[in-house]
C-alpha cells in the first residue's frame, strides 16, 4: 500500500498530537470598525469628512487621531456646512458625535444636518430610463443590456459603493436617525464656569480649560483612550468644534492686534492634539482666519494641526460676478497635508483647486477656465476678462499679465 503523501489528510482526519509541517501562517488582524477603512499609502485608520472629493483630496480620509482645520469663508456659509457634513458622516455611520459651540446651541446644529441619500433613488432612477426607452420590449432588453455592459456613470451617487455616504442638503436628517445617535453637547452659554479658572492664569482661557476637560470626559468614559475597554465593538469619536477662535469664547485674538491671551489657542490646539494622538478619536474645528490679524499666530496654528483647508468664497467679492468663474462658489486652499507613519507626506496636486455646491454634492476639483474667448464676443467683454487675469495670477497661479486678449 502506498503511503498517503504529507499534508493529504485533512484536520478532521489526522489523529490527534499529529503535528505536520503545512501550517498556514495566520497574521494579527485589525478588528473592523464602523465607517473607517485603513489607508493604502500608509495602513492608517480613516473615516470619511463626508465630503469624498476632499477625502480623496487629503488622501483618501481623515486619519483617526488627527486634528482637521477648516479656515472659515467670510461670511461662513461653507465652513458651516463642512461641519455639518462631518457630523452627519459621523451619525450615519454610528460614530459617537460631539459637538462645542459658543455661537449655536448643539441641539439646532443636530437638526440641520443634510439627510442621506438611500440606493433606492439610482434604482428608480434606472427603471425609469428603461421604462422610457423608445420601440418594443426587445428594444428596451437591448438598451438596459448595454447599459449593463458600459462603465456605470453615477448620476445620483451610491452610498454603499464608496467609502462615505452622499448628502441632500435640501432635506434634514429624520429624527429617526438622530435619536438613535449617541451624542455629547457642549454650549458655551450654558457652562458654568468653574472656580479656580481665570485667564489671568496666562495658560489658557476659562472657556479652552472647560472644553479641553468636557472633550477629554467624552474620551475617557467612552473608552476611547484605551483606560477602560469599550463594551462591545469598537467604535469611534467624531469632535466637531464650531468657530473656535472667535470673541464668543472668550478669546482676543480677532478683536486685538495684541491680545491679552495670544497663546491660549494654541495651547489649547497643543492638548487637544496630544489627547487625539491617543484615541480612537478624530476632531474638526472651524476658525475664523480671516479675522486674525496676527499672521504669527496663524503660522503656529497650522502648525499645531494635522490637516489645513481654507476655503475663499466668491460671495461678496469681485469674482462673484466674473464669467471666468461662474461655474464655481468659492476657491479651495490646502495649506497642509498630515505625515503620518512615513518621513515624507502624501504630495498631492493641490493647485489650482475649486468649490462648488449643488442640492445633492459638495465637490472639489480643479479649476478649468474657459479655454479661448471667441471672436463673437464683445470687446468690452474681452476686456473685462483680461482684466481680470490680474485675481487669477494671486488666487489661481495663472500666468496671464495685462489687459489684452487672454490666450490659454
Known sequence: MAAPCAGGM?????????ETSFRRKVRGKISAIRGTRPSVQNGQLLVSSGVSSLDHLLGGGLAVGTLLIIEEDTYSTYSNLLLKYFLAEGVVSGHEVFIASASDNPQTLLKDLPAPLTDDLPKQDLRKVEA??????????????????????ESIPLSSSRFGHYYDISKTMSPDMLQSAKTHNFYLPQIIPMEGM?????????????????????????????????????????????????????????????PHNVHSLTRFLYALRGLL?????????????????????????????DTVVGLESFIGSERES??????????????????????????????????????KLFSVE????????????????KQDLAGSAKLLSSGCGAAAVGKKHLDF
Open 10 to 18: 485533512s484536520g478532521g482526519n489526522m489523529p490527534a498530537g499529529t
Open 132 to 153: 422610457e426607452a423608445p420601440g418594443a420590449e426587445g428594444d428596451s432588453m437591448k438598451i438596459a443590456w448595454r447599459y449593463q455592459n458600459l462603465p456605470k456613470v
Open 198 to 258: 481665570h485667564s489671568s492664569s496666562g495658560k489658557m482661557t476659562c472657556d479652552y480649560s472647560q472644553l479641553l476637560q468636557a472633550i477629554r470626559l467624552a474620551v475617557h468614559q467612552g473608552g476611547f483612550d484605551g483606560s477602560t475597554p469599550q463594551k462591545g465593538e469598537k467604535n469611534i469619536l467624531r469632535i466637531g468644534i464650531h468657530s473656535l477662535g472667535s470673541v464668543l469664547w472668550g478669546d482676543d485674538i480677532c478683536s486685538d492686534e495684541r
Open 277 to 305: 494622538r491617543s484615541s480612537l478619536s478624530v476632531c474638526l474645528i472651524t476658525l475664523p482666519a480671516h479675522l486674525i490679524q496676527n499672521k504669527a499666530i496663524m503660522v503656529r496654528v497650522r502648525n499645531l494641526s
Open 322 to 359: 466674473n464669467p471666468l468663474y461662474r461655474d464655481y462658489h468659492g476657491l479651495l486652499h490646502v495649506h497642509k497635508i498630515p505625515r503620518l507613519n512615513s518621513l515624507i507626506c502624501d504630495e498631492t496636486d493641490t493647485k489650482d483647486l475649486a468649490f462648488k455646491l449643488k442640492r
Open 366 to 381: 480643479r479649476l478649468h477656465l474657459p479655454p479661448d474667448l471667441s471672436d463673437t464676443v464683445s470687446r468690452s467683454s
